[in-house]
T-cell receptor, first 115, second 112 residues
Framework: AQKVTQAQTEISVVEKEDVTLDCVYE???????LFWYKQPPSGELVFLIRRNSFDEQNEISGRYSWNFQKSTSSFNFTITASQVVDSAVYFCALSESYGNNRLAFGKGNQVVVIP | EAQVTQNPRYLITVTGKKLTVTCSQN?????MSWYRQDPGLGLRQIYY???????DKGDVPEGYKVSRKEKRNFPLILESPSPNQTSLYFCASSFRRADGYTFGSGTRLTVV
């Protein structure tokens, strides 16, 4: 079964610092999909990005960037020049190409940006 | 607006009193799922549905029931709630696996 590990539970940074969230995954499937979600203090889950296993291009969206490395089974997320509004829990998730369309989530990273 | 709507947002109930959390999506999605979120345990799938009348268990189905009589609706039923079902619940829908899920706003349930 698929598994996602986010080792750091809580990360505190001072505003304008960069922060990188590590995500390591396990799957036996050759086709799979990776995601990052943000959960702000209000509680909803906000989709940030998806990546399929055949697309190893890194991506940048504003202050957010993602580094997908199949060789190390990692899909890391960096917030550049963090802002207080980035304070949230960030989840990495994995879906395989067969079975019940189950999104397997990591435990999440609580990011606290200190003004 | 494309969305997943779940109700209620907050619910306090007593042990053993049957309740239903409703979920509806307006995106014509095939897949729907229920997740629960607990501190230290992350999000875990309760039940999922791949289409109308097709449902199956996820990781933590005990104590829950679901039905999918129409494509847009996927209610979560707790026949006899217990305190260990106190949690934050999310309904989600997806058109295909590669898209990931769109989540509802969550239902915070407390069973006393």
């Amino acid at each position: 079964a698929q598994k996602v590990t986010q080792a750091q539970t809580e990360i505190s940074v001072v505003e304008k610092e960069d922060v990188t969230l590590d995500c390591v995954y396990e799957t036996r499937d050759t086709t799979y999909y990776l995601f990052w979600y943000k959960q702000p203090p209000s509680g909803e889950l906000v989709f940030l990005i998806r990546r399929n296993s055949f697309d190893e291009q890194n991506e940048i969206s504003g202050r957010y960037s993602w580094n997908f490395q199949k060789s190390t089974s990692s899909f890391n997320f960096t917030i550049t020049a963090s802002q207080v509004v980035d304070s949230a829990v960030y989840f990495c998730a994995l879906s395989e190409s067969y079975g019940n369309n189950r999104l397997a989530f990591g435990k999440g990273n609580q990011v606290v940006v200190i003004p | 607006e494309a969305q997943v709507t779940q109700n209620p947002r907050y619910l306090i109930t007593v042990t053993g009193k049957k309740l239903t959390v409703t979920c509806s999506q307006n995106m014509n999605h095939e897949y729907m799922s229920w997740y629960r979120q607990d501190p230290g345990l992350g999000l875990r799938q309760i039940y999922y549905s791949m289409n109308v009348e097709v449902t199956d268990k996820g990781d933590v189905p005990e104590g829950y029931k679901v039905s999918r009589k129409e494509k847009r609706n996927f209610p979560l039923i707790l026949e006899s709630p217990s305190p260990n079902q106190t949690s934050l619940y999310f309904c989600a829908s997806s058109f295909r696996r590669a898209d990931g899920y769109t989540f509802g706003s969550g239902t915070r349930l407390t069973v006393v």
